[in-house]
C-alpha cells in the first residue's frame, strides 16, 4: 500500500525558511518520479517542484532560486528546502508520487498524494 507522509510545515516570519519531509512507504521512492505541489484557498492546485528517477530536478519559476527539491533513497523520504519565504509561499504542501519515472510537473500525472502540510508565511 502506497503511503506518503508529509512533516515539517509550519508558520515562519517573511525571509525565513522552512523544510518539509515526505516519508514514502509501499514503494521505492528513487525509482519514481516524486513531487511537491501547494494549494492555498481558493486557487488551484500548482506544481512546485519535481525529481525524476535520475535526479533531475524541475522547479516552478516562482521558486528557483529559493526552493531545493532532494531526496535520501536510504530513508525513502523527500524533501523540500524553502528558503526566503514570501507571504505568497502560504498554502498547503503536498508530496505526490508517479507511477511513472519522468513526468511533467503536473497534478494530473501524480497518482499518489499526502495528506498534506500546512506552510503559513507572514
Known amino acids: 500500500q502506497v503511503q506518503l507522509v508529509e512533516s515539517g510545515g509550519g508558520s515562519v516570519q517573511a525571509g525565513g525558511s522552512l523544510g518539509l519531509s515526505c516519508l514514502a512507504s509501499g514503494f521505492t521512492l528513487s525509482n519514481r518520479c516524486m513531487g511537491w505541489f501547494r494549494q492555498a484557498p481558493g486557487k488551484e492546485r500548482e506544481g512546485v517542484a519535481r525529481i525524476d528517477n535520475d535526479g533531475s530536478t524541475i522547479y516552478a519559476d516562482f521558486v528557483k532560486g529559493r526552493f531545493t527539491v532532494s531526496r535520501d533513497n536510504a530513508k525513502n523520504t523527500l524533501y523540500l528546502q524553502m528558503n526566503s519565504l514570501k507571504p505568497e509561499d502560504t498554502a498547503m504542501y503536498y508530496c505526490?508520487?508517479?507511477?511513472?519515472?519522468?513526468?511533467?510537473?503536473?497534478?494530473?500525472?501524480?497518482?499518489?498524494w499526502g495528506q498534506g502540510t500546512q506552510v503559513t508565511v507572514s
Open positions: 505526490a508520487a508517479s507511477a511513472f519515472r519522468w513526468v511533467l510537473l503536473v497534478p494530473g500525472s501524480f497518482h499518489y
